[in-house]
């Protein structure tokens, strides 16, 4: 009995230290301006699990990359003990093209390796999620891998035409699954948003922050994805 009381405290304060932790990187992240080209959706209840996942997009905007004008979309599940284990990521889509894409149980090639990256952390000092993020962008860039592999250009071509969701935000698709109003509790500072003066009082908070994500969402976000066409 006693040992069951202890599981379950530690479970408590792991999943204490968790959300704390989440929340002081996504505050980092939405502020310090690195990750203009990459986002990260959290899920409506992130309790750790498979199904859980948060829900990423990242937008290849420099010309050198093989899938230039790519909008691609990821998964990445944060197990219980977050950031004391390593978060996996996957591709929604398989991408032949990609050297470093492995083998999911299936047979598609969508599964990313952060394992040895994670290995090279101390949560405690960097941000899993913020060096996650610059592995995802950099994914997309030869220019910034550490070994280098031959990509095949016109199957990355295809890739960055077909597989990605470019097409998608092109066409005025309002990408609920990809930017649910769940979001919007993480970015409830005003500040972060392109009407930086707006001032709520208590009463219409939530309604001025969903009114403000929608502003940014719709003034800043898409348009700066369409114009990669």
């Known amino acids: 009995m006693e040992l069951r009381n202890d599981a379950a405290a530690t479970d408590r304060r792991d999943a204490l230290h968790r959300t704390l932790y989440l929340r002081r990187e996504y505050t980092l992240i939405a502020t310090c301006g690195q990750f203009d080209d990459v986002l990260l959706v959290p899920p409506q209840n992130d309790s750790g699990k498979p199904d859980d996942c948060w829900r990423g997009l990242v937008a290849v ?110 066409l005025g698709k309002p990408y609920v699954d990809y930017l649910s109003r769940e979001a919007v509790s993480f970015f409830s500072n005003p500040d972060y948003f392109e009407n930086g003066d707006i001032r709520m009082d208590a009463s219409r908070r939530e309604e001025m922050w969903e009114k403000a994500f929608s502003l940014w969402l719709g003034r800043t976000w898409l348009p700066a994805v369409r114009s990669l066409q």
């Not at 889509?93 to 390796?113: A, I, N, Q, Y």
């Not at 101390?122 to 993020?133: E, G, I, K, Y």
């Not at 031959?150 to 097409?167: F, L």
């Open 61 to 170: 905007r420099g010309s050198s990359s093989p899938w230039y004008r790519g909008v691609f979309t990821f998964l990445v599940c944060l197990p219980p003990r977050y950031p004391f284990e390593a978060p996996s990521v996957r591709m929604e889509t398989p991408l032949r093209s990609h050297p470093f894409l492995l083998d999911d149980s299936e047979g598609s090639k969508c599964v990313v390796p952060f394992d040895d990256i994670y290995l090279a952390l101390d949560p405690m000092r960097v941000s899993v999620m913020a060096q996650l993020l610059h592995h995802m962008k950099s994914l997309f860039y030869p220019s910034e891998w550490i070994t280098t592999a031959p990509v095949n250009k016109a199957i990355a071509r295809y890739d960055a035409e077909r597989r990605s969701v470019t097409q998608e935000v092109v």
